[in-house]
């Protein structure tokens, strides 16, 4: 980071993150904790590019080269566009829901949406994070994962409920260091 930029694709993030009415800041974070800037970056479990798209999410969201910074990044955009669609009915508040989309893109929503569904049985706020968050962590404990609201399974959550934080914490040192 120098300067006034975070990396090389600002201009490609700034473009990303007015699609999604996000601070830029907070996008650049996400492509950070995913791939470090890396466009030839792969996960251990085939995720690829900029913003770490499996090859179904690639698939779906029309990208053919998760190695181009361009598709990588619009087609990561695009899947979060449809987590913010999935999740706005559920959580209006939009810096609480954009914690159930970071989940989400780490660990799937069905697995975020167990942890939703479990939050309302136990009466916690289904609204905010924190609290959703509990149940998402529990989600590794066959007590919750059998639960039969339970959709997806066993997870493990605590890492989908850390990444948050990770990306929410890098996002507050963009904040401090690099204008809006």
């Given at each position: ?62 990208v ?60 916690a ?32 959550g ?23």
């Amino acid at each position: 980071m120098a300067g006034n930029r975070i990396s090389v694709f600002d201009d490609l993030i700034k473009e990303g993150a007015r699609e999604l009415g996000w601070d830029w800041r907070l996008l650049a974070s996400l492509v950070y904790r995913e791939s470090r800037f890396d466009t030839a970056a792969t996960s251990y479990a085939g995720a690829q590019g900029l913003l770490q798209l499996m090859p179904v999410t690639l698939e779906r969201f029309g990208v053919e080269n998760p190695n181009d910074p361009i598709e990588s990044l619009r087609g990561g955009v695009r899947y979060l566009r449809y987590l913010d669609k999935f999740w706005l009915e559920r959580v209006p508040e939009v810096n609480e829901r954009i914690k159930f989309i970071l989940a989400s893109y780490n660990i799937g929503h069905g697995h975020v949406e167990d942890a939703w569904r479990l939050a309302l049985k136990y009466g916690a706020n289904t609204q905010t994070w924190e609290e959703v968050a509990e149940y998402l962590a529990l989600k590794s404990d066959p007590e919750y994962y059998l639960d039969p609201l339970v959709r997806s399974g066993f997870a493990k959550g605590h890492l989908a409920v850390n990444y948050v934080r990770d990306i929410l914490s890098v996002f507050e040192s963009y904040k401090a260091l690099v204008e809006p």
